[in-house]
């Protein structure tokens, strides 16, 4: 029998919910497994306890037990990673590890995720605009796709033994597609036939879908979230029209080929931002519900509105992206102007639901254990476990008036008028310094009257070796830094651990013969923290941690106010280092443009402005770094790409202002200072114009893991400056050869003059033990004397 009407979704749900453990517990059991402390069924046990835990959490928080308003969002490493293991989408190098029936299990998982020996990982990029990094499915022309797992199903049964009927959340067909890169079928990672696009390969991948939907449908599942975020970008490869036709295609396709129930109701949601023309899309076919970024994006027309019918709208009106309290009347209007855009009874008739603008991941768990915060900034933040009772808040309002919620509304108006109120919040000292910046402060002089000057000073042979900054973050520096943050360990004890470790960092650089040396940063948390830590209109949490990508987290800081710079952060640093040899040291500082990427930013100016509050900070600490003697000053970009806009009529703006920036932070420097940019962590091809525009006298940028795929764009834009393309792909454990390494350098100098060409790593090497660096540094330094002697 078929059953036409719409299952009741609550009026409260969010897309979804951190995944890692409010104290980490998913990082440190499967770091404990991977690491032989933990056996594979404690493991499993203890992602079992996780999720338990979790729903628990969200039903205390009063989401909804029965209604699939609770996201079934579990992923033992990626989100990504897990549809590729579900359609079967394994490259072919991982064949082996796949058992009997195909399918492969937990340790092979992590294989594909980690790579292993001589099995490349999957490639690891930026998911959108935010510091989550995804791993990019490879898929041919012919790769096989099947229903291969069936984890989705058997952890909505799993919820529903215990009571609670999830909503399984799954990344939608298009956006999988559009997210993966294409391949050749017969190898592994290799270039796909240049008229191939993973998009190609739809009609083959949407039986897989329909099947899955089946086998929830059978499970008993109300509703699927499938997740369409690719199609609010407009910046993919692919042309608009395309995007658009596939995603009208794969939603026929899975709303009509079964006839509920025998699948679950579809929630098609458009996270990371606004496009009316995507929702339009999804209007024309059968799904139940769309969900819509309205943090990111505008309440859509009229038209689009009108033409969604009967679906439910899924209004993301609380922020999933940053930890200030919602302004709730705000939030109120544009679900006011929703609804009667949806014909004035959407709520009445259960057609309008609130929920976030995208899942909660991107946002630590609890506000209120962050007990170091001063309180009144507390009162002004809500993190993921407040957001879910804004959400609530506002959908209590909807159905039973705004009289119910009256308190609530209340407190978030009065946090909102002493946050604008703070002394802190506008500072007319730092206002009046960005008033005078002038143009020069903006620009050096030409790069080819620098160069001269900065060779004479700095004396380096040709195709200097260097590295990008760190070195292990080894466990006695952590624990270190854990003891003194229990007062354990006095400052000075601490600082004297740290100098010890810079000592030893030095000395092996300088037996490695490296030619310019860097003091390591041990004694950074984090390249922003460090920095928010130091800097005032910043505040750091204790425990808010958020997924970077596998187990791996961040804290990212909370830029709440104006920005300035009390004291010198890195010089004592930087100048001990430099006193231990006669080697040049790089001095290392994080650019404006990360600083603000990987904190979450304050919301009632422009981003633009907030930068250069950020850049001018950084500006004095260029200035002590170079009056301290440092000849050579790196400052790291690497979100650089990550904030470029989804939509293409947003970028010349931003890259305007990032690149101004990062050179009003750069700028005040003599011409032999030598100054160094780092790019990491995204494909950078497409704003190779802008890194030059930054115009570093270096730029050292992620190359070696997609193995100098950067080379054509360098060339092809005649990037004028010195570059240091990565020649050792830190990602991995694996240890590259000299002749690997000699390779990719000489495929670096058929396109870069040797005196532009410099040999280092991918991005620092803090992640790494010292026994995979040693010998990967003496590999580089050894391939590159090899190289020289050619140039
Ligand atoms: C370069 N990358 C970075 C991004 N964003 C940042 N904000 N920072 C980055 O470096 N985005 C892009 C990439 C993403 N890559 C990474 C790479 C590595 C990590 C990582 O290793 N994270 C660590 C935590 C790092 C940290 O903050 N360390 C602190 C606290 C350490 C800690 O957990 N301490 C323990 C106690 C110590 C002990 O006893 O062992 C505790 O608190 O319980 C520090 O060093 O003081 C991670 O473990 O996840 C992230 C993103
Ligand atoms: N200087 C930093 C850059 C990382 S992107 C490091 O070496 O870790
Ligand atoms: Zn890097």
């Keep these: 029998m078929t059953d036409s009407t719409i299952p009741r979704l609550s009026t409260a749900t969010i897309l979804g919910y951190p995944r890692i453990g409010p104290d980490r517990q998913l990082k440190r059991a499967i770091e404990g497994y991977w690491a032989g402390r933990l056996e594979l069924d404690d493991l499993e046990v203890a992602a079992l306890e996780l999720r338990r835990s979790t729903r628990a959490r969200l039903l205390a928080l009063g989401l909804g037990a029965d209604d699939g308003s609770i996201p079934g969002d579990f992923s033992f490493y990626d989100q990504v990673l897990d549809v590729a293991l579900t359609v079967g989408a394994v490259p072919p190098r991982f064949e082996r590890l796949l058992d009997a029936d195909g399918r492969l299990d937990l340790p092979g998982y992590f294989t594909v995720a980690r790579g292993e020996g001589d099995l490349a990982p999957l490639e690891m990029t930026k998911w959108f605009d935010s510091n989550y990094h995804y791993l990019v499915p490879e898929i041919g022309p012919t790769t096989p796709f099947r229903l291969a797992d069936d984890r989705v199903v058997s952890l909505f049964l799993e919820a529903a033994g215990d009571g609670i009927t999830t909503r399984p959340v799954v990344l939608g067909p298009v956006s999988f597609l559009l997210l993966s890169k294409a391949v050749a079928d017969d190898a592994d990672g290799a270039a796909a036939p240049s008229d191939f696009t993973p998009l190609d390969r739809l009609e083959d991948l949407l039986p897989v879908y329909t099947e899955l939907l089946h086998a929830l449908g059978q499970a008993g599942a109300p509703w699927v979230q499938l997740e369409e975020p690719a199609l609010v970008a407009d910046t993919w490869d692919v042309p608009r029209e395309r995007v658009l036709a596939a995603a009208a295609r794969a939603y026929e396709v899975l709303a009509d080929e079964l006839a509920r129930p025998e699948r679950p109701a579809i929630l098609a949601t458009l996270s990371y931002g606004g496009a009316d023309d995507a929702v339009d899309v999804l209007s024309g076919t059968g799904v139940e519900a769309v969900g819509l970024d309205l943090v990111r994006g505008d309440v859509p027309s009229a038209a689009t509105l009108a033409a969604l019918g009967d679906k439910v709208v899924v209004a993301g009106v609380v922020s999933g992206r940053n930890v200030w309290r919602t302004d709730l009347e705000a939030a109120l209007a544009v679900l006011g102007e929703l609804d009667a855009g949806l014909g004035g009874r959407a709520v009445a008739e259960g057609r309008l639901a609130v929920t976030t603008s995208t899942s909660l991941f991107h946002v630590p768990h609890d506000v209120r254990v962050e007990r170091g915060l001063d309180p009144e900034l507390r009162s002004w933040l809500a993190f993921a476990d407040q957001k879910i009772g804004e959400v609530i808040t506002l959908a209590t309002a909807l159905t039973r008036g705004r009289d119910a919620v009256a308190g609530e509304l209340d407190a ?224 790291d970009e690497p979100a650089l790409r990550e904030l470029l806009p989804l939509r293409a009529a947003d970028r010349d703006a931003y890259l305007t202002w ?81 002749e690997e390494i000699a390779e990719l350098l000489a495929a670096a100098a058929a396109v870069v003059p040797g005196r532009l060409l410099w040999a280092n790593p991918d991005c620092g090497l803090k992640t790494r033990r010292y026994e995979e660096v040693v010998p990967a540094l003496e590999n580089l330094v050894a391939a590159a004397r090899q190289v020289r002697a050619t140039l």
């Design 412 to 635: 978030a108006a009065q946090a909102r008028r002493t946050r604008l109120e703070h002394a802190g919040v506008v500072r007319p000292e730092v206002r009046a310094r960005v008033a005078e910046v002038a143009e020069a402060d903006y620009r050096r002089p030409p790069f080819a009257d620098r160069a001269p000057v900065q060779a004479a000073a700095l004396g380096l042979p040709e195709l200097p070796t260097t590295t990008i900054g760190s070195f292990p973050q080894t466990t006695e520096i952590r624990r270190a830094r854990a003891a003194r943050a229990r007062r354990e360990l006095s400052e000075e004890a601490y600082t004297d651990a740290m100098r010890t470790e810079v000592r030893g960092v030095v000395e092996l650089q300088e037996r490695l013969g490296l030619d310019v040396l860097v003091h390591g940063e041990p004694e950074r948390n984090d390249m922003v923290q460090y920095f928010a830590e130091n800097l005032d209109g910043f505040a750091v949490t204790e425990h808010g941690w958020v997924q970077s990508y596998g187990t791996r987290c961040t804290r990212p800081s909370i830029l709440w106010g104006d920005v300035t710079r009390p004291a010198p952060i890195t010089v004592g640093w930087t100048r001990y280092a430099a006193s231990l040899t006669t080697r040049p040291v790089k001095g290392m500082l994080t650019g404006p443009v990360t600083i603000l990427a990987w904190s979450f930013v304050r919301d009632d100016q422009p981003l633009a402005d907030t930068a250069t509050q950020v850049a001018l900070a950084l500006r004095d600490e260029v200035g002590d770094l170079e009056a301290a003697g440092t000849g050579i000053i790196q400052v």
């Design 658 to 738: 990032s690149v101004e920036a990062f050179r009003l932070a750069t700028s005040g420097v003599r011409d032999e200072t030598q100054v160094h940019t780092h790019l990491c962590y995204s494909e950078f091809g497409e704003v190779i114009g802008a890194i030059d525009a930054l115009d570093a006298d270096v730029t050292s940028i992620e190359a070696a893991r997609s193995k100098m795929e950067i080379l054509p764009a360098i060339a092809e834009e005649g990037f004028s400056r010195g570059i240091g393309p990565g020649v050792y792909d830190i990602h991995s454990p694996r240890v590259p050869s000299v």
